[in-house]
């Protein structure tokens, strides 16, 4: 059965070949060409350190840019093969369901018009379990207590506890795409002191 990471992977390709390369994202400037570059360098490049590593943000940035100069088509071809230890099962799911799915929406969202998909509910559930563990760390910045409630389940958990929390509630995919410091979302409901939903909000989340 093939994965939700898996199966984001290759749709994200699919979308990158149909929209082309110079099409925007919502990666700050990047185009297309850049965010592909960008997963060709993360699973294939010991020079990615720049990721997790911000005073090493150039060397990752050099790299991407020269990687972004090859052949498109080669690009996209590198990332859906994944031929790389990221890509295996089970370390597959654990690293890159939230990216795959995260950087699809960067390119689905960043076009006029973009409406949510549908997912199905086992898809919704593995990104309640990104939203569950990586939330934490992902909501560090904004110093306040958060409690994400899922809208299709009623399932809830706190991202960090303490009395009054700003409580997320909406759909897994669209409190990832929050957490990870994505606006365009859809259906989101923020409650809670007012003061701390806005700096909640105001936050620069995200890796």
């Not at 925007?24 to 490049?45: F, Q, Y």
């Not at 006029?112 to 998909?117: A, E, K, T, Y």
């Amino acid at each position: 059965m093939t994965s939700f990471a898996r199966a984001e992977r290759d749709r994200l390709c699919d979308l990158a070949l149909e929209t082309g390369p110079g099409a925007p994202t919502l990666c700050g400037d990047w185009t297309v060409r850049e965010l592909m570059a960008h997963l060709v360098v993360r699973e294939n490049s010991p020079l990615s350190v720049g990721i997790v590593v911000p005073p090493l943000a150039s060397i990752t940035e050099k790299e991407t840019e020269r990687v972004a100069r090859k052949p498109f088509d080669k690009l996209v071809d590198k990332v859906r093969k994944a031929r790389n230890p990221l890509a295996l099962p089970g370390i597959d799911a654990a690293v890159n369901t939230a990216e795959y799915f995260v950087h699809h929406e960067d390119v689905r969202r960043a076009a006029d018009g973009w409406v949510p998909r549908r997912l199905e509910p086992e898809e919704q559930d593995a990104l309640w379990r990104v939203a569950r563990v990586s939330g934490k760390g992902l909501i560090r910045p904004a110093g306040v207590p958060v409690l994400i409630r899922r809208t299709d389940t009623g399932t809830q958990t706190n991202l960090r506890a303490g009395s009054d929390p700003v409580v997320i509630s909406g759909l897994p995919s669209e409190i990832v795409l929050f957490l990870y410091g994505r606006r365009e979302t859809d259906g989101l409901s923020f409650e809670g002191p007012e003061d701390r939903v806005a700096k909640l909000r105001d936050s620069d989340l995200g890796i």
